[in-house]
């Protein structure tokens, strides 16, 4: 039996398996996430850990699966971020995750010391707050009291890796989004962490996804309830494991949507992807020797959470499900739209000063109006991501669908409408991070390859793509851009955006 954890944003999705992948069962572990004004987005590793253990310990009383039968144990994790350990391996502060965007002096200062397009060339992603090297030397130019203590950097699925086996490393694709990995090379770049003044010490080794790291340390075995021999494999980021999760380990699989709190749009490759104006990115993926093209937005699956909570009587308790049903069908949102750019934006804008909007608001429109605009708002938004994956070569011709947001009927007949393409329902929706670090797992333990991976889901819907509808939306795709372009003076303007950015 392999145990996967899977560090999102809101929770600690953990998932049991037999050997060749097959899920037994799951659990998730919620924990908070601080979000305040100014960009600002952390958490606290303890927080993980502590997840960690009780969604351990809970799959196993499930399941009633002996401790025992248990030989592996892999994390995928939230990528970007920044955990600042001191000597002893201590957190010195809380993590700062993917969804921060305070770092925009620092973001500036990287650009005209390596200029954005070679930069983009070598870490295959752009410059930009939401990356670990630019948080890191937010945290040194302005907790210098923290940054005296800071000895080493990871993410969040190396963290848990350490705490579980005592090994501080990474891996290939959590390493190539931290914007100090130089992809080409497959090592950490000297030339940007000479740009940004950081010691190479600070950064951990760079291990394959499937090493082995290690077995269970005394005290972490006594904490999940499981023998120490348990080995624990490194797994990798969210985006490359969604992908195998979804069965998509080689081009000719096609590509994939994750619907979850940030979305994105991804597909395998065997080479870096890189578009002329910079909107997409490519992570080197779990699978060795190959690459993930990806665009990801901020705020996905939370803009859907976002507004379910607004307009339910009950914020802690909004019927999600309900509003976007009401949402689907016919219904015409008669020119209202909503710019989904709650935490500022990445693909396809790279703009943290971008907010929220609904723009066109009539006497008329209805909760279920405002619900349709925010789920087409959000396809509006990863069609600009499709069309620069297309204009750098890349042909997409269906995509399927994961995430929690995958399981909204409504949202899947939008996404194919705005889209024009087929959107296929694959049988692991909300697993698809923990599968993929299953599948990866076994690999690293002997027992699979990863092509298994396409025999551990199966597509249990599909929905086409209305031609009338897909014209009519081409239409509006285009006065989506428009009000985007319109406010974006407006936000830089704001007395909370990012002067840097704003002078940019």
Request: charged fraction near 20%; aromatic fraction near 8%; include cysteine.
């Amino acid at each position: 039996m392999i145990i996967a954890h899977d560090l999102g944003t809101t929770g600690n999705k953990a998932s049991l398996h037999h050997d060749d992948g097959r899920l037994v069962t799951s659990v998730t572990m919620p924990y908070p996430a601080h979000f305040a004004a100014g960009g600002i987005a952390e958490q606290d590793p303890a927080d993980w850990w502590h997840a960690v253990i009780k969604a351990t310990r809970e799959l196993l009383a499930r399941s009633a699966v002996a401790p025992e039968a248990v030989s592996g144990l892999v994390v995928s994790g939230q990528m970007m971020g920044a955990v600042l350990l001191d000597a002893h391996g201590e957190p010195v502060r809380p993590a700062i995750i993917w969804a921060d965007t305070r770092s925009g002096a620092q973001t500036r200062a990287l650009e005209q010391r390596l200029g954005a397009s070679h930069a983009y060339h070598v870490l295959g992603h752009r410059l930009n707050p939401t990356y670990s090297v630019e948080k890191i030397m937010w945290v040194r130019d302005n907790e210098p009291d923290v940054w005296s203590r800071v000895r080493h950097f990871c993410v969040a699925k190396d963290y848990i890796v350490y705490r579980l086996t005592g090994r501080l490393a990474t891996e290939r694709s959590d390493a190539s989004g931290t914007n100090a990995y130089d992809q080409l090379r497959g090592t950490w770049s000297e030339h940007v962490l000479g740009a940004a003044g950081l010691d190479a010490a600070l950064f951990p080794e760079i291990l394959e996804s499937t090493t082995v790291a290690g077995t269970l340390e005394p005290a972490a075995a006594e904490a999940l309830g499981l023998p120490a021999s348990v080995r624990v494999v490194m797994g990798g980021g969210d985006g490359p494991l969604a992908a195998v999760g979804s069965g998509i380990v080689a081009p000719a699989d096609g590509a994939y949507v994750c619907l979850g709190t940030s979305s994105w749009i991804s597909f395998a490759s065997d080479a870096p992807l890189h578009d002329e104006r910079m909107r997409t990115f490519t992570f080197d993926n779990v699978v060795p020797g190959s690459f993930v093209p990806t665009a990801t937005m901020q705020a996905g699956g939370a803009s859907v959470q976002w507004i379910a909570e607004a307009l339910s009587a009950d914020p802690s308790n909004p019927d999600t499900a309900q509003l976007t049903a009401d949402a689907g069908g016919d219904l015409d949102t008669e020119d209202l739209y909503f710019l989904p750019y709650l935490l500022g934006e990445r693909a396809p804008l790279w703009d943290p000063n971008a907010r929220g909007a609904f723009v066109g608001i009539g006497r008329h429109h209805t909760r279920a109006h405002l619900t349709r605009a925010v789920l087409e708002g959000i396809a509006f938004n990863l069609l600009t991501c499709i069309q620069a994956f297309r204009e750098s070569g890349a042909a997409i011709d269906r995509i399927d669908a994961v995430g929690g947001g995958a399981q909204s009927d409504a949202w899947l007949g939008i996404l194919a409408d705005v889209w024009g393409v087929p959107v296929r329902r694959r049988t692991i929706v909300e697993e698809a991070n923990s599968l993929g670090a299953a599948v990866t797992g076994a690999v690293g333990l002997g027992l699979a390859d990863f092509s298994a991976a396409r025999a551990l889901s199966e597509v249990t819907a599909e929905f086409a793509p209305d031609a009338g509808r897909h014209d009519v939306y081409a239409k509006r795709h285009a006065r989506f851009a428009d009000a985007y372009t319109a406010l974006a003076p407006w936000f830089a303007a704001s007395p909370s955006a990012d002067p840097e950015t704003a002078e940019a």
